[in-house]
């Protein structure tokens, strides 16, 4: 149970879960809830409520942690599979876990997610990479007139993984990380490119002593969390393999008069 962790796993769901929030992309208008617990302070217990309102990453969490054998979506294994992709997630076969998820989200989705079909189940992964490229309808935009904002949201949704090479203040640091590429028919990361990521918030910091070759997580532009070298490799094994998947689709509906 989360309690007997000091509450880990609901401050690694604050790192994660508030960026997006604080753009009004998901959740409910809690951000500076998982501002401070994500950063060490506040209360954590709150960010379980929080957490239950985030009507995408909640039922991937409960679905995921039932069928893992985690007594609770909040446990930090269940959390970390979630978010970077691979652990406990690896435990669970992705068409099993697609079809639950899909017959519970299906169910309350509008016209505007009329993709989640039981087609996608193939593409399923109990993980956020799948949740930006499959369930989120923008990868279906990519080439449609909209120009380049569908990648921009994608690049920024997913989860990336980047190397610190410099602090040049207290708020930003200068980081080293693949960018999401469209050629127009497929989708790819590019080469390692060099950029900046917001570090703290208000004096908030997630990785407050973050260190010229760090590995660290970014969403949003935000520095999340510290990797280690195997939750940076599952995190590109991840997205890699939900890339395929979502190239696949989109050569098959390019080819469908």
Known sequence: MTAATGFAGERLFARYAYAPND????????????????AGGGDPARVREVARAFTGAWPYLRILARLAGAADPLDPRVVDAYWIG????????????????LAEIGAQAGHYWRHLTPELVEEAAPNHCFHVFGVYPWSRLLGAGAGDHPLRVLDGCRINWGTVLERPDAGRVKVRSRRLLWDGTRLSL???RDGEATLAVDGHAFVPDVRPGDRVALHWGLVSDRLTEEQAERLRRTTLAQLEATNRRLARAAATP
């Open 86 to 101: 691979g652990g406990l997630g690896d435990q669970v076969d992705g068409r099993a876990f697609g079809k639950e998820l």
């Open 23 to 38: 753009l009004g992309y998901c959740g409910p208008a809690q951000s500076r809830i998982l501002l401070e617990c994500g």
């Open 190 to 192: 590019s080469e390692p």
